[in-house]
Structure formats: C-alpha cells, structure tokens
C-alpha cells in the first residue's frame, strides 16, 4: 500500500509544475485524496483535497485560485497543478488519503493524518518544490 509523489522541481517565481500522486495496493476509487506541503522548520499543512463520491473539492486560502486538484481514477492518480508560484509555496509535497466512500472534502480534510496510507502512521519522502525569487 503506498502512494508515490513526483513531478517537483526547481521553479522561478510565476512558474507552474504539475504533481503526481500515484496509488497503488488499495481500492483507489473509494478514497479522497488531500495534497499536503511541508516547509523546512514548518508544520506540515494541508492545501487541497478531492473527494472520490461527489468530486468534492476544498482548496486552503493560500492556494485558491492557483492549484488545482484532480483525479484519474483509472490511472489511479491525484494531480495538482501549480500556477502562479511564489517563494511561499516552497516545501516537500505529499499526497495522503484523507476519507473514504461517501466522504465530503472541508476544511478539516486540511488537516494531516497520522500517515500517507489508510490505516498508516508514517509518510514517503514526498517530492520537493522550490521556488525561487
């Protein structure tokens, strides 16, 4: 069971990267997916989720209107487009399941869970987007 970051890179300020999360060993379909970002000395934060029921969407303030969340399930897949970067979005991105079947995206999807995977307490490396200025 785990799900797999890319797509992060060195970008200049207004830039766009697009990330993957690919899942693999679990039923992909029936959870929702939150993207989540960790600066250095930071907590980590979370900036968007997808449901997988209705499609429910929720993005954090500080993103809205720049990222956009989406998924293929048949490729089991969570993306997030990044646009418009600005030194602030620097950090170590990761995507977690967040909910499952009829769960709807809020806030509280925002905030991280003990682990990346349903029913784990630990995290993959993530991939690492830097911005600069």
């Known amino acids: 069971v785990q799900l797999v970051e890319s797509g992060g890179g060195l970008v200049q300020v207004g830039g766009s990267l697009r990330l993957s999360c690919a899942a693999s060993?679990?039923?992909?379909?029936?959870?929702?997916i939150g993207w989540f970002r960790q600066a250095p000395g930071k907590e980590r934060e979370g900036v968007a989720c997808?449901?997988?029921?209705?499609?429910?969407?929720y993005y954090d303030d500080s993103v809205k209107g720049r990222f956009t969340i989406s998924r293929d399930n048949a490729a089991n897949t969570v993306y997030l487009q990044m646009n418009t970067l600005n030194p602030e979005d620097t950090a170590v991105y990761h995507c977690?399941?967040?909910?499952?079947?009829?769960?709807?995206?809020?806030?509280?999807?925002?905030?991280?869970?003990?682990?990346?995977?349903?029913?784990?307490?630990?995290w993959g490396p993530g991939t690492q987007v830097t911005v600069s200025s």
């Open positions: 997808i449901s997988s029921a209705d499609g429910s969407i």
């Open positions: 977690a399941t967040v909910g499952y079947a009829e769960y709807e995206c809020t806030a509280r999807s925002l905030v991280p869970p003990p682990g990346a995977a349903p029913q784990s307490d630990s």
């Open positions: 060993g679990f039923t992909f379909d029936d959870y929702a």
